[in-house]
């Protein structure tokens, strides 16, 4: 974001601002063994055969509900993208998410290619199982779904959501941030969901939207306080 940002008002967390919130990374690992948890005992096969009820008939009924996690998740993106945002250029900004983001998910899109390969399943590849070295080399780029190519592993879907939320945000960070700025980016985002449904499996995404937009209004609420109008 711009270094520059104009405020009425010194935000209450500027002070706080680069230091880590230790509860964010608690949630974020409750989230990703609740989300664990969905898929091996309610998403997929185990062995191949029964269904996750017949090895575990009880715990299968409350970890169902452990696909909330990924909206959890896209919550806490949108309050830590916000909150790390402010005061980077748009450079920083880019480097800073790539960095974040793209060499982890390289390790593991490599990872699940040669698994698959040396044992195929059913991962959303073709048929056999086995992805081909251009669907692996396309996935390496995170734009797959949207190029219409096969993910290595469809449990990486919600990186295209997220890196489309950064994108959007970026243009916002070139404007420069400010309270008023980001207020409004997710109000129109959550209008725009409404009133161009054609448009949200690009863009507006109106079923995740929302859990964007209500980390953004946390991280606004971190730096300006509870009261709307409390910061510019």
Known sequence: MLAAVTTTIEPKAAVRRTSRLHALDGLRLVCALSVAGYHYSVSWRMDAVHPPEYHLPTASHGLIYGFLGVEVFFLISGFVIGMSAWGRTPRQFAVA????????????????????????????????????????????????????????????????????????????????????????????WLISGLVLPDWGDVVTMPQYAPYFVIGLALCLMRRYGPTPGSGR
Not at 123 to 148: D, I, K, R
């Open 97 to 188: 998410r790539a960095a974040r983001l793209y060499p982890a998910y390289w390790a593991c899109v490599i990872l699940t290619a040669v698994v698959v390969t040396v044992r195929p399943v059913s991962t959303g590849v073709p048929v056999s199982g086995v992805p081909t070295v251009g669907q692996v080399a396309v996935n390496l780029t995170m734009l797959a779904e949207p190029f219409g190519f096969p993910l290595v592993d469809t449990v990486y879907w919600t990186l295209w959501a997220e890196l489309r939320f950064y994108l959007m945000f970026a243009l916002l960070v070139a404007w420069g941030l400010s309270c008023r700025r980001v207020a409004g980016f997710a109000t129109v």
